[in-house]
Each structure stands twice: as structure tokens, then as C-alpha cells.
């Protein structure tokens, strides 16, 4: 597949378990973008071309799209395979959007493109040892060995979110319980704090800026930070990043998250040390400007080059 120059505009599109985000961006310039909700099923399709349909019109010379997509996915044929947090089953996405924005889209895991954006481009650029963890509606990780981008065996290395830290917690998605998702995840916080006080918040910053003052707010997050320190220390210690880059839509909470992030990882690794833990550059924007990347690039090989 050819790569396209930097200039040229490209449709990318972020499908989240929450939200889709979708932007027409020529270079660093965003000429347009649009959100909308993400519903459950094979329904996001239809919503997902919609607003592929809503920003390629009147758009012109718009080549390729790049469209990256939750759970576990088979880049090479274009399938959603599975979502828990979407609630689809072998979507073939790429077929059916290509047909219908009449352009090539190119399709990826959103963890693993955001995470090449931030290696490449942002918080993680110069390292070749990375971990980039997003924390949102769900849990992920892209990591980077060597200088090269992990895929695994399987083809989805990186699924944080469903590595079990607390086998008598909740109930994931994923049909376990405790695992990092289900305990640290925003929807989690969000939702664990509305049955702990029964009061109603609209995410998880909410919760954390009530943590000061509130005890039930203030049990959640720190709950949840030791959930996600005690999968963050498990992934320390098998793959030893240099660096670990934190996004997705925490990220916005900020050094009142992070702060005691670090504090509580470093506790928790006593053999292989914790490594410097920083907010992404990005911030939950890094699947759009992944997805860009990929519709210019192509296909990513392991290296992060097309």
C-alpha cells in the first residue's frame, strides 16, 4: 500500500466502547471532526459510517481511512472478532466501510495504533522499551520491546484490562471477575461509586474530584489505583518497560491520579524497579492521531512502519 504524504487529508476514525471520535486531518491540521455515541452491537457499524459520511461530505481527495476498533481484532481481514465492551462478534468493519465511504480503510486495535502514535510521536518517542497503558471505558496496553511493536502469537498482546487482580471483585465484560477492567477502569470508578453512595456521576472525574471530601469517592479511586498498580507491577516485571505512557480518558484526571499511581507501582516492584510513569501527550485524542497515521502509512508491520 502506498503511503501517502503527510499533507494528504485522511479520514481516521476512534471507536471506543463510550464514544466514537472521528477526525478529516491533513498533516497536523484537524480540517473537521465529529463525535457521537458508541451503541451496543453490530448497530456501531451503521453509526460509525455515519459519520464517516457525515465528514467525507463535500470533503474532496480524501484517499484512505483508518479506522481502529476495541476488543480483539483481525487487522488483516478488517473483523472486529470480539468487544465486550461494544458488545460485537466478528463484524467484518473494514469490508463494510470501504464499501460504503467507496475508499480503502485500513483497520486496526485502537490500544495498539494510539500506542504507536505515542511511541512514534509523542510521550514515548525515543524509547524502544514501552508500555502505553489507556485507561478508559476499558483497559489495554500497546508495548514496544526492542524497538519493535509486540503483536504476540495470537496476534492481540497487550490485554491488560482482562488480567485478574481481584478473583472475588466484580464482574467483567469479559465474563471473569476482578479483573484490572472491572475494578479500574472509568466505567468501573464511575459505576462502583454510584452503588457505593447512590448518587448518580457523570464519569469518573467526577468521582475523583470528590475524592477529597468524600469517603466513598475517595475508597473507589483508591481502590482502583490498587487494582491498576497491581496489573501495572505484573507488567513491569515480565516485560521491564523503559517507560510507561498512561491515556485514555483518565489521563485527564492528571497528577491527582497519577501521583499515587507511581507511588503505589513502586511499592509493588521490588525486583525489576518501576520505571518513570508519565501522562501520554496526547491524552485521549492518541486513537484519532494513530488512525491518521495508519490511513497515510498503511498496515503497521511489527516495526511501526508501513
Known sequence: ????ADETPV?????????????????DRILASRRATTPRGPAAIDA???????????????????????????RRRGVGVFSANVGWQDVPAGACLSERWRIPVVVDHDVTVAG???????????????????????VSAALVSGGRLLRGG????????????????????????????AVASATAIAQAYEAGSGRSVAGAADVFALAEDDVVARSVVTEATAALADGLA??????????????????????????????????????????????????????????ALLARQGPIDMGGAA
Open 1 to 4: 500500500m502506498t503511503v501517502l
Open 11 to 27: 479520514l481516521a476514525v476512534d471507536v471506543g466502547g463510550t464514544t466514537i471520535k472521528a477526525e478529516l486531518v491533513a498533516g
Open 48 to 74: 460509525i459510517g455515519d459519520i464517516g459520511d457525515a465528514l467525507l461530505r463535500g470533503a474532496s481527495g480524501v484517499p484512505r481511512a483508518g479506522v481502529i476498533l476495541p476488543g480483539v481484532v483481525d
Open 116 to 138: 504507536w502514535a505515542e511511541w512514534r510521536l509523542g510521550a514515548g518517542r525515543g524509547v524502544d522499551d514501552l508500555a502505553v497503558v489507556a485507561v478508559g471505558t476499558g
Open 154 to 181: 495470537l496476534g492481540q498482546a497487550g490485554e491488560l484490562g482482562h488480567v485478574v487482580v481481584r478473583p472475588a471483585g466484580p464482574l467483567c465484560g469479559c465474563g471473569a471477575r476482578g479483573c484490572v477492567e
Open 234 to 291: 505484573g507488567l513491569v516485571q515480565l516485560v521491564a518497560p523503559a517507560r510507561i505512557v498512561l491515556g485514555g480518558g483518565l489521563a485527564d484526571a492528571g497528577e491527582v491520579w497519577l501521583d499515587p499511581l507511581r507511588a503505589a507501582l513502586g511499592t509493588r516492584c521490588r525486583v525489576v524497579a518501576a520505571p518513570p510513569l508519565v501522562a501520554a501527550r496526547f491524552g485521549a485524542r492518541a486513537g484519532v492521531v494513530g488512525a
